[in-house]
């Protein structure tokens, strides 16, 4: 959503006229996939996943996935692409404000929904079990996407 505002508003204007703007994005984000990608490791090597009995609270986790999906360059490109082609300039302010509410409704069912499911049954069980792998796999790709973003600035 705050992607789409920011489309909506001139951002992906003002990211192509401004060549260096995207590649800083990129860089930075690319910075915090490899961030996370470490931190995963890290926690995977110290036992320091999250299992069933260890669990964060809603605030934390809402900063966590906010900050997360703010940095992924991957989500940049996806909704200042589609807003700047999908949606003219001359839209009517109604019809932006109907837009950002269907594509938030959409994000919160789709992420509302894998956090249930992943959160219980035989989902939750399975990582927990395998949850020191699955971290070090997820660590290795997210580290790896982020050096291949920032290599492809630079």
């Known amino acids: 959503t705050c992607y789409a505002i920011l489309s909506m508003t001139g951002l992906a204007l003002i ?10 994005v990129q860089i930075a984000g ?6 996370l990608g470490v931190t995963a490791w890290l926690s995977s090597v110290r036992g320091q996943h999250a299992t069933s009995e260890r669990r964060g609270n809603f605030g934390s986790g809402l900063r966590s996935g906010f900050f ?5 360059p991957k989500a940049i490109a996806f909704f200042l692409s589609l807003y700047a082609v ?3 300039a001359d839209t009517a302010p109604r019809a932006k404000v109907m ?8 994000e919160l069912g789709w992420y509302s929904t894998v956090t249930t499911l ?14 020191r792998w ?7 790709v997210l580290a ?11």
């Open 99 to 106: 837009i950002l509410v269907g594509g938030f409704i959409l």
């Open 144 to 154: 790896g996407f982020g050096f291949g973003l920032i290599a492809e600035k630079l």
């Open 118 to 131: 992943l959160s219980h049954g035989p989902a939750r069980a399975f990582y927990d079990k395998f949850a």
């Open 30 to 35: 690319g910075s915090y996939m490899i961030y």
């Open 15 to 24: 990211i192509k006229k401004i060549a260096w703007l995207a590649s800083a």
């Open 86 to 88: 999908a949606v003219p």
């Open 134 to 140: 699955i971290e070090r796999v997820l660590g290795t």
């Open 68 to 72: 997360a999906q703010l940095s992924n």
